[in-house]
């Protein structure tokens, strides 16, 4: 990657980290929107998760699809995201460069998510609090308002695909015991957010047996999702 790549991927990072901890600031500098946003990160979840219910018994492979589901997207992500920014300068100068991609991949990949799934939460509240119950067809209604079945499947391959390049970091000899030993450091400079994602990533792909098995069956089941979530005719709904 030469030069000019690099400083390409080093902006890439910082304008989507920029976006991620601007999208942040929308819900929880709104009340209402925080409270809805709360909630429907929440629903979506649980509306999710039994897609992927038979995975669970497969060794490693419920660890992952937890962290997959909630700590990429939802409320508890932004502490992480503002050390991301706090952190630019090192990571831009520091990283080499294919984890330096693979960073701005992923602050894209995570920029771009938030933004449809405020998107989703607005359109079903429509200025208002969330209903009390949220019925599937409201779902389907308010995710084709706010996206489309192109930007979603595209979302879940950048996704995979990062997790396919995470795959390499479980064999790096050594890690593990870096990242351990990095907790006070990050504690004492105000990244604990960010340390502890970076240990349970690692430690939660560790603990997976065939990665690769585990990226497709993720990709195939949200792609399903998504297909759903787009074509199905509104009165199948459940």
């Not at 990657?1 to 690099?6: A, L, N, Q, V």
């Not at 995470?166 to 050594?174: A, D, E, F, I, R």
């Not at 957010?193 to 690769?212: H, N």
Request: aromatic share 8%; with cysteine; hydrophobic share 45%.
């Amino acid at each position: 990657m030469s030069r000019s790549e690099r400083k390409n991927e080093a902006n890439r990072f910082r304008r989507f980290i920029r976006r991620s901890n601007d999208l942040h600031v929308e819900y929880l500098d709104n009340p209402q929107l925080l409270k809805n946003y709360d909630r429907f990160a929440n629903w979506q979840l649980q509306y999710l998760l039994p897609f992927f219910s038979d995975l669970y018994d497969q060794e490693g492979y419920a660890e992952a699809i937890d962290f997959v589901m909630s700590d990429l997207a939802g409320i508890g992500i932004s502490n992480r995201d503002r050390d991301l920014e706090r952190a630019a300068p090192a990571i831009t100068s520091m990283l080499p460069l294919a984890a330096l991609a693979t960073i701005a991949s992923a602050a894209e990949m995570n920029a771009r998510v938030l933004q449809v799934n405020i998107g989703i939460c607005r359109c079903l509240a429509g200025g208002k609090d969330l209903p009390t119950e949220i019925s599937e067809r409201d779902y389907l209604i308010a995710c084709r308002q706010a996206s489309s079945l192109e930007e979603c499947v595209e979302l879940v391959r950048l996704i995979t695909g990062l997790g396919k390049t995470l795959k390499s970091l479980v064999n790096v000899p050594m890690l593990g015991m870096m990242l351990r030993a990095m907790r006070g450091p990050a504690h004492a400079a105000g990244f604990a957010a960010l340390q502890g994602f970076l240990e349970k990533g690692y430690v939660t792909f560790k603990r997976i047996p065939d990665i690769d098995h585990f990226l497709e069956e993720i990709e195939s089941r949200m792609v399903a999702i998504f297909k759903r979530i787009y074509t199905v005719p509104l009165d199948q709904a459940r």
